[in-house]
């Protein structure tokens, strides 16, 4: 089969390799469909794998079939499609055994510490990683399921409830998730900001209400949106002090804060901002992944029962599709930011 493998950091090629067979509690899966997260650029290009294993098969945003199983897995599994949840748990340390599994320890992880999705078939260590969905789900939005659980996530870290108004700052495929993960939990007003005009513009595509977090009367604008009020939750999606400070601006007095998006250098913010968290008594959150356990609720499992119903849709956020063939270069395109991009994905039944 072929797999697009990183060898070392910025090698990465598509290599002939043979298709694994599962042993044990195993379940071999045909990819359907793989996105490239965000964390993936720089894993390729600037960093390497976690734990610099390489060669190492790049991809942890996939769904496909289950095609073939270990011994000790029921054969009726075998033809059923769903999203692969990618970390693996050591299920011994104090975070695994209280069902706080993006927590673990010492955990591995398909796609950046072992190999992942972005292969004709990837070997996953058993059912339990498996999300069942039905047949129309689609296997674009079976690729998305992870991060679309992540912006899940942010909304319930935000305890957000029916009425309250939120604003996000990011308009990437994760900042639109969350966008309408808002509207199903119910929330007022709901308002996107980014500073690159094609994104704006693809999120105003989509029935958003997205604005250029550059414009001099951007206050004023929000306010004006949102009934003269500042917002009751706000999103720093973007990872930087120049949001973070408009998180703390545009946030009501006992707001909260969730602080999603990963930073790359350090932040600083003003001396204003600061007092204000003080003086607005805000609730700042951080987040990490998405949750797995049934307790208090297995978000992978609502997200994917969101798009059975048709309630949540992704596969509009998807700009780019390619063969597994083409998968290095479209990686080479995004990260040298060749055009614009939301959700990039390579889908096993593409040339
Ligand atoms: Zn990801
Ligand atoms: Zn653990």
């Known amino acids: 089969m072929k797999a697009?493998?990183?060898?070392?950091?910025?090698?990465?090629?598509?290599?002939?390799?043979?298709?694994?067979?599962?042993?044990?509690?195993?379940?071999?899966?045909?990819v359907g469909a793989c996105g490239i997260c965000g964390s993936d650029l720089p894993r390729v290009y600037e960093l390497?794998?976690?734990?610099?294993?390489?060669?190492?098969?790049?991809?942890?945003?996939?769904?496909?079939?289950?095609?073939?199983?270990?011994?000790?897995?029921?054969?009726?599994?075998i033809g059923k499609k769903g999203a692969i949840f990618?970390?693996?748990?050591?299920?011994?340390?104090?975070?695994?055994?209280?069902?706080?599994?993006?927590m673990c320890l010492d955990y591995d992880y398909l796609g950046s510490r072992r190999d992942g999705g972005f292969a004709e078939y990837c070997l996953v260590p058993s059912m339990w990683h498996f999300v069942e969905s039905s047949k129309e789900v689609s296997y674009e939005s079976l690729?998305?399921?992870?991060?679309?659980?992540?912006a899940q996530h942010c909304l319930r870290k935000?305890?957000?409830s029916a009425g309250n108004s939120i604003l996000i700052f990011g308009a990437g495929p994760i900042g639109i998730m969350c966008a309408r993960w808002a509207k199903i939990f119910g929330a007022s007003t709901i308002i996107l900001i980014d500073v690159n005009e094609e994104k704006i513009k693809?999120?105003?595509?989509?029935?958003?209400?997205?604005?250029?977090?550059?414009?001099?009367?951007?206050?004023?604008?929000?306010?004006?949106?949102?009934?003269?009020?500042?917002?009751?939750?706000?999103?720093?999606?973007v990872g930087a002090g120049v949001t973070?400070?408009?998180?703390?601006?545009?946030?009501?007095?006992?707001?909260?804060?969730?602080?999603?998006?990963?930073?790359?250098?350090?932040?600083?913010?003003?001396?204003?901002?600061?007092?204000?968290?003080?003086?607005?008594?805000?609730?700042?959150?951080?987040?990490?992944?998405?949750?797995?356990?049934?307790?208090?609720?297995?978000?992978?499992?609502?997200?994917?029962e969101q798009l059975e119903t048709g309630r949540m849709s992704i596969d509009d956020l998807v700009t780019h599709s390619v063969g597994i063939e083409q998968v290095v270069d479209i990686f080479d395109d995004v990260y040298?930011?060749?055009m614009m991009s939301s959700k990039v994905l390579y889908r096993s039944d593409l040339k």
């Open 244 to 304: 973070l400070n408009q998180c703390v601006e545009t946030v009501r007095t006992f707001g909260t804060i969730v602080m999603m998006g990963n930073p790359h250098q350090d932040t600083t913010i003003k001396l204003k901002t600061h007092s204000n968290i003080l003086r607005k008594e805000l609730n700042i959150v951080g987040m990490w992944n998405s949750h797995y356990h049934p307790l208090p609720i297995n978000e992978w499992h609502y997200t994917v």
């Open 86 to 102: 990618p970390c693996i748990p050591c299920m011994k340390c104090e975070m695994c055994t209280t069902g706080n599994y993006a």
């Open 158 to 160: 935000s305890k957000l």
């Open 4 to 30: 697009a493998r990183l060898h070392k950091i910025g090698d990465f090629r598509i290599d002939d390799v043979e298709v694994p067979v599962p042993q044990n509690d195993q379940i071999l899966i045909k």
């Open 336 to 338: 040298n930011q060749r």
């Open 143 to 150: 690729a998305m399921v992870e991060p679309c659980t992540v």
């Open 48 to 77: 390497g794998t976690s734990k610099q294993k390489y060669p190492l098969t790049i991809g942890h945003e996939f769904g496909g079939e289950i095609v073939a199983v270990g011994q000790n897995v029921d054969e009726s599994n």
């Open 202 to 237: 693809f999120s105003q595509d989509r029935d958003l209400v997205c604005l250029d977090g550059r414009r001099e009367d951007l206050y004023e604008e929000l306010l004006r949106l949102n009934n003269g009020k500042k917002f009751d939750v706000v999103v720093e999606g």
